[in-house]
C-alpha cells in the first residue's frame, strides 16, 4: 500500500473543486483496509473515506488528514432459494453492476441505472431514483467497525434506511469503514413504474416494457437532464442534486402553498410519511431566481436540471459555498423553507 502525499482532489471528484489531500491511500483489499486505518489512528489523522467522489464537496484548503480511497472490488454470486444474494466490493462502480444484474434479468436494480459513484456509497445515503431505493435490495453491509478493529456484517434492519440516510451519515456516521454490500434480487420483482416521466412514456409506447427498455429510458432520462456524468458534458461537471427535496410538516406545506399562492404559483409535491409532503427543492430553486443555466462567473445552474450546482470551469469551493448559501437565503425568503444541501462537504470549518 503506498502512501501518496499533497495530493489534488479535484480530480477525483465529479465537481472538481477543492484542494489536495495531505496523505491519500488507494486500499484494494480488507489487509489494506485494516493497514490505512491503523495508519490513520498511529498518526492520529483525520480520515475520509472517498468512493467514486460523485457527491461530495471539497474544500479549497483541502483535507488536512488522510484520504482513504476505497478501491476493493470484487462480485460473488450465491443463491438462496429463488433469490440470488449479489456481494460486491466497495469500490465496484455502481452502474456496471446494475448493468450486469438487469441483463441477468432482475428488476430490483433498474431504476437505479445511471447513477455515478460506488458501491460503498449506495448504503450510506440511501441512494433513489424514479420511486426506487436501494435500501429495498440491501440485505446487508460488511464493515470494519474502527472502535475495536473487527469485521462486522449489518443487516438491512440495523441501517435506519431513510430518505437520503442511515445510521452511516447519521447516528453512526464515522464508525464503519464498509467493504462490501450485498443485495438480494428476486426474478419475481417488477419494477414499480409510477414516476411520471416513465409512466408517460411507458404509456405512450403500449405493451409491457423488458428491462433492458426500462435501464435504457432511465439513462434517456438521465442524460437529458445531464445527471450521467460524461466527460464532454459541462452540465453534467456536478454533485448531481446539490439539495435534498424537504420533506415538510402540514403547517410548513400550508406556507409554502400561500406563499406560492401570492405568486400565481402551485408548487408540485408528493406525499411522504406520517402526512408529510415531499417538494422537489428544483420547483422551489426556478421559483425563487434560480432558474437553469443562471451563472455567477465559473458557477452556476446546470442547464439541464435545476437543483445541480456546475462548476462551468476552474471554480473553487468557495464559490460554490457562496452560490449554495445564496441559493439558501433566497429560497427561505421566498418560501419559508430551510435547504439542506445533499452532497458531503469535505474540509470545511463547519459542514
Ligand atoms: N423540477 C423543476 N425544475 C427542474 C427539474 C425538476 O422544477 O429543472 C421539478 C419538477 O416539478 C419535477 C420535479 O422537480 O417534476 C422532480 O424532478 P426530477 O424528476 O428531476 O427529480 P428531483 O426530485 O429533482 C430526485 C433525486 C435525484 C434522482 C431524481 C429521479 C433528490 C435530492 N434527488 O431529484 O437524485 O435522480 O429524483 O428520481 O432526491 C441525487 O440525489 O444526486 C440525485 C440526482
Known amino acids: ?44 489523522l483525520p480520515l475520509f473515506i472517498l468512493g467514486g467522489g460523485s457527491n461530495v464537496v471539497i474544500g479549497d484548503r483541502g483535507f488536512a488528514g488522510l484520504v482513504l480511497k476505497m478501491s476493493i472490488r470484487g ?64 440485505r446487508a453491509v460488511r464493515a470494519i467497525d474502527r472502535r475495536d478493529g473487527c469485521i462486522v456484517e449489518i443487516p438491512a434492519a440495523a441501517c435506519s434506511f431513510g430518505y437520503r440516510r442511515s445510521i452511516f451519515n447519521t447516528e453512526k456516521n464515522g464508525r464503519y469503514l464498509l467493504l462490501a454490500v450485498c443485495y438480494s434480487l428476486s426474478k419475481e420483482e417488477n419494477p414499480e413504474l409510477g414516476y411520471p416521466d416513465l409512466r408517460s412514456f411507458f404509456s405512450r409506447r403500449g405493451g409491457p416494457p423488458s428491462l433492458p427498455e426500462i435501464r435504457e429510458e432511465v439513462l434517456r432520462i438521465r442524460r437529458a437532464k445531464a445527471m450521467v456524468v460524461l466527460a464532454d458534458e459541462e452540465d453534467s461537471r456536478s454533485a448531481g442534486s446539490f439539495f435534498k427535496n424537504p420533506v415538510l410538516e402540514p403547517a410548513a406545506w400550508v406556507e409554502l402553498q ?25 420547483w422551489l430553486l426556478e421559483n425563487s431566481g434560480f432558474p437553469k443555466g443562471l451563472h455567477r462567473g465559473s458557477v452556476g445552474i446546470s442547464r439541464r436540471h435545476a437543483l445541480a450546482i456546475v462548476n462551468r470551469g476552474g471554480a473553487t469551493a468557495g464559490e460554490i459555498v457562496a452560490f449554495m448559501e445564496e441559493i439558501k437565503r433566497t429560497v427561505e425568503a421566498t418560501f419559508a423553507i430551510r435547504l439542506q444541501p445533499e452532497p458531503v462537504f469535505v474540509g470545511f470549518d463547519t459542514p
Do not use: C, H
Open 258 to 282: 400561500r406563499r406560492a399562492e401570492k405568486l400565481g404559483l402551485v408548487p408540485p409535491s408528493y406525499p411522504a410519511d406520517d402526512g408529510q409532503r415531499k417538494v422537489p427543492a428544483a
Open 1 to 44: 500500500m503506498q502512501i501518496q502525499e499533497n495530493v489534488p482532489l479535484a480530480p477525483l471528484t465529479t465537481l472538481g473543486v477543492g484542494g489536495n489531500a495531505r496523505y491519500l491511500v488507494e486500499v484494494r483489499s480488507e489487509p489494506e483496509a485494516r493497514e490505512a486505518l491503523s495508519l490513520a489512528s498511529e498518526r492520529n
Open 75 to 138: 462480485l460473488e454470486e450465491e443463491w438462496e432459494k429463488g433469490d440470488r444474494l449479489f456481494w460486491v466490493g466497495a469500490g465496484e462502480p455502481w452502474d456496471p453492476f446494475v448493468a450486469r444484474t438487469v441483463a441477468e434479468g432482475f428488476a430490483g436494480l433498474v431504476l437505479l441505472s445511471g447513477i455515478p459513484g460506488t458501491v460503498g456509497g449506495t448504503p450510506i445515503q440511501n441512494v433513489g431514483a424514479y420511486g426506487a431505493e436501494v435500501a429495498t435490495s440491501i
